[in-house]
């Protein structure tokens, strides 16, 4: 595992959507945390989930307030993800969230705290990893929880990556984005952040490649797409092609998706529903460059745990 480089992190554990599917593994998670010095306030307690959810309504949004109100935790990690962050948006305080001054952590279903913190507040936020299953593991990938400490210590934080196809591009600006599915969930709402040169990363799971295009159109149909400088995409996996898709297939949807919109789209972002995966400060300002021989991603002015 990382190395935590500020001894004494306080570290809340919240579960503002899924519950944990295995409550001994959520236990070997803390005392991970633990063995690196930080000290783990869990708010989640599974005699008190609800159905699939971290809790009910009521109890998952007193979890979140609960560790934004605690002043020994600097670090709010999601248990998980699955879903339940939609039944709270509209009743999560987040000025209350950005006034806290803590770095929120996660991935997935927490796409749409990103998105509502940066819409309602401009207060940025870190897609990375999850308590289930990425400090759970019984053995977690270094390379993921790495990722996490270096880019909350700063004050920058450099992701690269290679796909061939890419076009040759340099360009800056916000860098925002997540579960592709999340952000299309969302259009039209309040929680939806207007930014204008943005950088766009976007995975998704289970979605065929059909199911990828729609949205993907969505979010042109509704004007994103001309309004942002790239696209950056991670992974998307975990679907299945059938026999009427006769050679329509993803590479076969990103070409056609390609020609349709109008900002460079780029592959190879080690970001998504995998176990390898960067950390990426949602709401940072970013230069992305790119050519022949593969892309990074600078990122700069977002919190940190030196300057929340």
């Known amino acids: 595992m990382g190395i935590l480089k500020t001894p004494e992190i306080g570290i809340a554990i919240v579960a503002p959507g899924g519950c944990a599917p295995d409550d001994a593994a959520v236990a070997r998670g803390i005392a991970r945390l633990q063995a690196q010095g930080?000290?783990?306030?869990?708010?989640?307690?599974?005699?008190?989930?609800?159905?699939?959810?971290?809790?009910?309504?009521?109890?998952?949004?007193?979890?979140?307030?609960?560790?934004?109100?605690?002043?020994?935790?600097?670090?709010?990690?999601?248990?998980?993800?699955?879903?339940?962050?939609?039944?709270?948006?509209?009743?999560?305080d987040f000025d209350r969230m950005a006034a806290s001054r803590k770095l929120f952590v996660g991935y997935s279903d927490f796409t749409a705290f990103h998105m509502g913190l940066m819409?309602?507040?401009?207060?940025?936020?870190?897609?990375?990893?999850?308590?289930?299953?990425?400090?759970?593991?019984?053995?977690?990938?270094?390379f993921t929880l790495d990722q996490l400490w270096s880019c909350l210590t700063g004050p920058t934080h450099t992701v690269t990556g290679t796909a061939a196809g890419n076009p040759q591009v340099d360009v800056v600006g916000k860098l925002w984005g997540g579960n592709l599915a999340m952000l299309v969930h969302l259009l039209g709402t309040p929680y939806f952040p207007e930014i204008d040169g943005g950088i766009l990363f976007l995975e998704d799971v289970n979605e065929h490649p059909y199911r990828v295009e729609r949205m993907l159109l969505q979010l042109l149909h509704a004007g994103v797409f001309e309004r942002q400088h790239a696209v950056v995409l991670g992974d998307f996996s975990a679907y299945k092609l059938s026999p009427m898709d006769r050679g329509y297939d993803f590479d076969v949807m990103l070409a056609y998706v390609r020609e349709r919109l109008p900002v460079?789209?780029?592959?190879?972002?080690?970001?998504?529903?995998?176990?390898?995966?960067?950390?990426?400060?949602?709401?940072?300002?970013?230069?992305?460059?790119?050519?022949?021989?593969?892309?990074?991603?600078?990122?700069?002015?977002y919190p940190t745990l030196a300057r929340p």
């Open 119 to 142: 819409a309602k507040t401009g207060r940025a936020s870190f897609a990375g990893p999850m308590i289930c299953d990425d400090f759970t593991r019984d053995e977690p990938e270094q």
């Open 38 to 92: 930080a000290t783990v306030h869990n708010y989640y307690d599974p005699a008190h989930s609800f159905q699939r959810f971290g809790g009910t309504d009521a109890g998952r949004l007193t979890q979140l307030n609960a560790a934004a109100a605690d002043p020994d935790v600097q670090v709010v990690i999601a248990l998980r993800g699955s879903y339940g962050i939609s039944r709270i948006l509209p009743d999560i």
């Open 264 to 301: 460079p789209v780029l592959t190879g972002l080690e970001f998504g529903h995998i176990r390898r995966r960067v950390t990426l400060p949602f709401g940072g300002q970013a230069r992305l460059q790119s050519d022949a021989s593969g892309f990074s991603l600078q990122v700069s002015d």
